[in-house]
């Protein structure tokens, strides 16, 4: 749980050189804000640098599936569809990974992404949330319950 509780931007998590990793990337919030159709040149190349010593899968929860292809087509990754929503662990019959490879689940909500990868034994790689004043109001509401979660969590494990 504690490794919940730092938050990364997109150039910290690239100074960190992850290597030969399985890494589990969300798109909302992460690679783009919910308002936001494409994504943005910089936080692609990061993700180019990236995909070069990891194996990365892209597993959103959006309902939008032109999106998540969109996301999938632009990185060159593989976008597991799944009839399953993070943070259960099922998604993972879905993929075929490297299972000697440590993994890491890339993401901005502590109660999907978070506690999936707690679920799955991954490293949970919280970014700092990439976000728009024009998302939609629901999308706004779900951060805010997320992030009330996120400081309790933080609270709990920083006293
Ligand atoms: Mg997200």
């Known amino acids: 749980m504690r490794t919940l509780c730092k938050k990364y931007s997109w150039h910290e998590v690239m100074q960190r050189d992850i290597r030969d990793h399985t890494i589990i990337l969300d798109i909302d919030g992460v690679l783009m804000a919910d308002a936001e159709s494409t994504i943005d040149p910089q936080i692609a190349s990061y993700i180019a640098t990236l995909k070069e010593h990891n194996d990365i899968f892209i597993v959103s929860n959006s309902f939008r599936d032109a999106r998540c292809a969109y996301a999938a087509e632009a990185l060159g990754l593989p976008w597991i569809d799944s009839p399953f929503k993070k943070p259960s662990v099922s998604i993972l019959n879905y993929m075929q990974y490297d299972h000697a490879k440590p993994m890491l689940v890339i993401g901005d909500k502590?109660?999907?992404?978070?506690?999936?990868?707690?679920?799955?034994?991954?490293?949970?790689?919280?970014?700092?949330?990439?976000?728009?004043?024009?998302?939609?109001?629901?999308?706004?509401?779900?951060?805010?319950?997320?992030?009330?979660?996120?400081?309790?969590?933080?609270?709990?494990?920083?006293?």
């Open 110 to 159: 502590l109660l999907t992404d978070g506690i999936f990868a707690l679920r799955i034994g991954a490293e949970p790689v919280m970014l700092h949330r990439r976000t728009s004043p024009k998302d939609r109001i629901v999308i706004k509401l779900t951060y805010l319950l997320d992030d009330i979660a996120y400081s309790l969590v933080r609270l709990w494990y920083t006293r």
